[in-house]
């Protein structure tokens, strides 16, 4: 396997210091299972070329290999590990450029926090995710992504695609922190590791993390699969991370969230799930999905009345629904109440068919937390693939910002939304989804209403016909 970084810093050959290897001559070194091999196949004023190769020795991958009485007794000999970017690339950066991960360099100290532009390519890397998981990994950290997917056999393109991919990544940044976003995500991205994962690896997630996982928006995934899904480290690495960025804390209690901490004069959260659920009783539904259900809130009105038959809150946070789960306090519950409700783990952005045949879809204050590319993907997720009979969405009314001086007249109310849209933008978009699949559509306005601004929420009721 194969990963180089190249910098046009000038003088480039100061990468050199920071790599604590020199860029006039190669070097190796072994490890218990392969050799790393570094050398440089370019090293002028104007650019340099590190690159970082390692050949893994199958034969020692095989003795004492724990699936040595594997049902698949094949899988030993025949696999990737030798000839793909994993976790076997995180242990030799470690090892190897152990100096580097931790910003260390007594030649030169003022070079650990210089930026510089650094192009890191990786061959080959395993995306099991594909490319959109690639991406949502490290654009938020400000990489720009290139990825070329491989075919399984370019004789038989029959059949198919594979998973994996030559990944070049381009980023102005300091060496130590690509070195340390490479070491946690590399692995992630394989969802594999060659060693057993015990709890001194939470502490090793969070030194890595430091300065940035705490705020990247994919960190349960990427806690749930650097742990191999061990639940409970990823719970504890979590909760962690919480007390790290408290802006991210989730609120078990009838407290305003970050966003609603504008509007608690008016309580505007209060009128509006009273609004949803008023629609909801209205169109006489008994099948109700809450999609990005949070803390449950209005899972809890629903299961006051005895109209909703069924009752499902999904989710992308783990953490959300354990805090929904006690408060809706489901354990409690008697058999026929606990029956009616279902708490699912999920994502907004997959075609999902646990989501099929319902009455209706809730959608409170989501859309705004999704990116261009993810909010075309729920488009088609819930209007073409779930495709409710009844869809209630709300989101904020841009219009009214001016009304919070906290605020002001071009932020956002909340600092993870992506977009806000005026009524304007919001009956464009709603009209058009309409148009698309085939559902009627009339709006509402939620909140006190100021003149030329509005409402400070929006809603759409969507309605198959």
């Known amino acids: ?68 009485h594997s049902t698949m007794p094949l899988e030993q000999y025949v696999n990737d590990r030798p000839y793909v970017c994993s976790s076997f690339m995180s242990v030799a950066l470690s090892q190897v450029f152990g100096q580097t991960l931790n910003g260390r360099c007594k030649a030169r100290p003022e070079l650990v926090d210089m930026k510089m532009p650094l192009t890191c390519r990786i061959t080959v890397l395993p995306c099991r995710g594909g490319e959109l998981f690639l991406r949502k990994l490290f654009e938020p950290l400000g990489y720009t992504v290139q990825a070329i997917r491989h075919p399984l056999d370019e004789r038989f393109p029959q059949w198919g695609e594979s998973l994996y991919y030559t990944v070049a990544l381009f980023k102005e940044t300091t060496l130590v922190e690509l070195f340390n976003h490479l070491y946690v995500l590399i692995p992630v991205l394989d969802n594999q590791k060659h060693y057993y994962v015990d709890k001194s690896e939470i502490e090793k997630l969070l030194k890595r993390g430091e300065g940035w996982l705490a705020q990247h928006p994919e960190k349960e995934q990427i806690a749930k699969r650097y742990f191999k899904n061990r639940i409970s480290y990823t719970r504890e690495a979590l909760d962690r991370l919480i ?119 809730t959608v409170i204050e989501v859309i705004e937390h999704l990116d261009a590319a993810r909010l075309k993907a729920f488009e088609r997720v819930l209007f073409e693939c779930a495709k409710p009979k009844y869809i209630v969405l709300t989101t904020p009314n841009r219009d009214y910002n001016v009304v919070w001086e906290n605020v002001g007249k071009t932020g956002f109310r909340h600092g993870d939304h992506r977009f806000e849209w005026t009524r304007a933008e919001f009956e464009i978009w709603a009209r058009r989804i309409a148009d698309q699949y085939a559902y009627q559509i009339r709006f509402l306005n939620i909140g006190a209403e100021v003149e030329q601004v509005g409402t400070p929420t929006q809603m759409a009721v969507f309605n198959k016909g």
């Open 243 to 361: 007390e790290i960025n408290p802006a991210e804390r989730d609120q078990p209690t009838d407290e305003p969230s970050a966003e609603e901490s504008v509007e608690i004069r008016i309580r505007l959260n209060e009128e509006r799930l009273g609004t949803v659920l008023s629609v909801l009783k209205s169109v006489q539904a008994e099948s109700v999905m809450d999609l990005g259900c949070g803390e449950g809130r209005l899972l809890q009105l629903l299961l006051q009345e005895r109209q909703f038959k069924k009752i499902v809150g999904l989710d992308v946070s783990i953490r959300a629904l354990e805090i929904a789960t006690d408060r809706l306090k489901l354990t409690d519950l008697p058999p026929k109440q606990k029956e009616r409700i279902q708490m699912l783990h999920g994502s907004l952005i997959y075609r999902d068919r646990r989501l099929e045949g319902f009455d209706a879809a």
């Open 1 to 68: 396997m194969l990963l180089t970084i190249t910098t046009t810093h000038q003088p480039a050959t100061d990468m050199g210091y920071l790599l604590h290897k020199s860029p006039f001559r190669s070097q190796s070194a072994d490890l218990a299972f392969g050799t790393v091999n570094v050398f440089y196949p370019e090293a002028t004023r104007e650019q340099c070329t590190v690159a970082i190769m390692l050949d893994i020795d199958p034969i020692e991958l095989v003795r004492g290999s724990r699936h040595m």
